[in-house]
């Protein structure tokens, strides 16, 4: 094993963080085969048998890079002179290709979903407090694009009425980057009302949280994910993402992908790739320009 790690520092330069994980993934490998088997001397059913186990328990993309260590062994059994096939040559795994993107909402169907919504009428009291905040929660939605983790972490302090722009939180889970965007008018009026009038009267009514800086309040015991549900059965779209996405889609329209890229606090601007557009084949290229 040693003279691998050996072979392999010098031909392929690895950092000693990555020779240390190749050599574990090798033991791996050698320890699901048999007792009764040679793991040098392995056939590709053999070794497929091995792949398969792995699918089990790891993504394919974990699989076929454990699948490039065991190549790169073979080819160093082949050049000590130890075996003289090559089972896994070139070998990998298909990976499927995540779908394209479609069902976009043009400009005028957003902005009818969010005119019907808002001509609903609640009953007085806390429902038509809850109106007014689901109100304001689809707008960020239909103009920023934000999802509901990024709405759920979204705090007052954020705000800045006066020059009209709003602070999105980073949101772990959906691996999205904090960003800052601008506000449609519309809008300012409707925060500004919001945080003086809105907000304070929820949290008074709210038994359990008495103070928080979020911008949205919602119970202790109660998922921020329960109002976005709600929201989604009044407008009555297939899923909220759809919203999202067609707000993406129309700023591809507008601006470049960088723009583009922070606007929806992609980490990666190949994300953007599988929106589905009559310039498709000009948007990758543009996103190979950039990842060059």
Not at 28 to 42: A, I, P
Not at 238 to 248: A, D, G, K, M, T
Request: positive net charge; glycine residues 4%.
């Amino acid at each position: 094993m040693k003279e691998f790690l050996h072979y392999l520092k010098e031909n392929y330069h690895y950092t000693e963080s990555t020779i240390t994980e190749k050599e574990k993934q090798v033991l791996l490998w050698e320890n699901l085969c048999s007792r009764k088997q040679n793991f040098d001397k392995l056939n590709t059913a053999e070794l497929l048998k091995i792949v398969e186990l792995l699918q089990k328990k790891y993504a394919l993309i974990t699989v076929n890079n454990q699948i490039r260590t065991i190549e790169q062994y073979l080819d160093y059994l082949q050049l000590k002179g130890k075996r003289k096939d090559h089972p896994l040559k070139n070998f990998r795994i298909k990976i499927p290709k995540r779908p394209l993107i479609t069902g976009f909402l043009t400009e005028e169907e957003l902005q009818n979903i969010e005119k019907e919504f808002r001509e609903k009428k609640y009953k007085k009291g806390q429902f038509e407090l809850y109106g007014k905040r689901n109100q304001l929660i689809l707008g960020l939605m239909i103009y920023q694009a934000l999802n509901t983790g990024s709405l759920r972490e979204l705090k007052v302090k954020g705000i800045d009425l006066e020059k009209g722009l709003i602070k999105v939180p980073e949101a772990t889970e959906n691996r999205l980057k904090e960003r800052i965007l601008p506000l449609e008018a519309s809008q300012i009026l409707e925060l500004y009302k919001y945080i003086t009038e809105t907000r304070p009267e929820l949290l008074q009514i709210s038994k359990t949280v008495k103070e928080t800086d979020k911008l949205f309040i919602i119970g202790e015991n109660t998922k921020f994910s329960s109002i976005t549900k709600q929201i989604r059965k009044q407008i009555n779209v297939p899923s909220l993402q759809q919203i999202r996405n067609s707000r993406i889609n129309l700023w591809l329209k507008q601006y470049n992908l960088r723009e583009v890229q922070y606007k929806a606090g992609f980490r990666y601007l190949r994300s953007l790739e599988y929106f589905n557009q009559t310039e498709l084949e000009n948007l990758k290229q543009e996103i190979e320009k950039y990842l060059k």
